[in-house]
């Protein structure tokens, strides 16, 4: 039988975001272009205004975010969110977990991604550092995303599509190796959370309801501090242990 599982609804992971509002090469203001490759992602506006302008084989597209705004992508879609005026929001993630654990690849130029090390090295933000090193720091990685992300846009909307699909492989050599190691991450995430529910229409359809005995309550509060993630500063819950992506 499968184990109880009370993490959050469907596995997911939750943060606050309130997105950077530094200006990038092109004038405009936020975060850092990324791709996931095994999770889908949302976004719910709770404040400000802005966009998310987002890249896929079939083509660039930009939408607006609002207060009620509810958007959401499946894995291989490149999004940059851009603030238009203090654009706050609840990000909700597939697979608590994996994005944490490496699954998010940023749009470096090629020369970046095909060297593992100097990746790390150019995503990476210092350890120890204060907060105006760290907001230095995140702010040269998106900036060299930004170059990365321009060309991809520009080549796709060109009509050409084998810039977009080398990065697609060159993220997915990146990650390679992580992937083996996802999968316990997914068994008692979002996997432990489907194989709970099935469980418990079995006992249903059986007329068992004694499991309804086992209901608990979690509560959580946001790791203080607000760290500085891809898209801007994080107000992140700690579920299952310290974030790293």
């Known amino acids: 039988m499968p184990l109880p599982y009370d993490g959050l609804p469907g596995g997911t992971g939750i943060s606050r975001l309130r997105v950077y509002d530094w200006p990038a090469a092109d004038g405009l203001s936020g975060g850092t272009p990324h791709l996931h490759l ?39 879609t490149i999004h940059r969110l851009v603030n238009e005026g203090g654009l706050t929001i609840i990000v909700l993630m597939q697979n608590c977990g994996l994005p944490e654990a490496g699954d998010a690849v940023m ?30 720091a995140a702010r040269r990685r998106r900036d060299l995303a930004m170059e990365g992300y321009s060309e991809l846009r520009a080549a796709t909307e060109a009509g050409d599509p084998e810039p977009l699909a080398a990065f697609h ?22 996997a432990a959370a489907s194989a709970a529910t099935g469980a418990q229409l079995d006992r249903l359809a059986a007329g068992d309801t004694s499991y309804l005995a086992d209901a608990r309550v979690r509560a959580e509060r946001p790791v203080p501090g607000g760290r500085f993630g891809m898209c801007g500063r994080l107000d992140v819950y700690d579920l299952d242990g310290p974030p790293t992506g």
Do not use: I, M, N
């Open 107 to 136: 749009t470096l130029p090629p020369p970046c991604l095909a060297d593992p090390e100097r990746y790390r090295k150019a995503v990476a933000l210092p350890a120890g550092a204060d907060e105006e090193e760290l907001a230095a």
């Open 169 to 190: 492989r060159a993220a997915g050599e990146l990650v390679r190796a992580l992937a083996p190691g996802w999968h316990e991450r997914w068994r008692q995430g979002a």
């Open 38 to 76: 095994t999770c889908s992602e949302a976004y719910a506006v709770t404040g400000g205004r802005g966009a998310v302008q987002t890249l896929t084989a079939a083509g660039f597209t930009r939408t607006p975010l609002e207060p009620g705004s509810l958007v959401w992508f499946t894995p291989g």
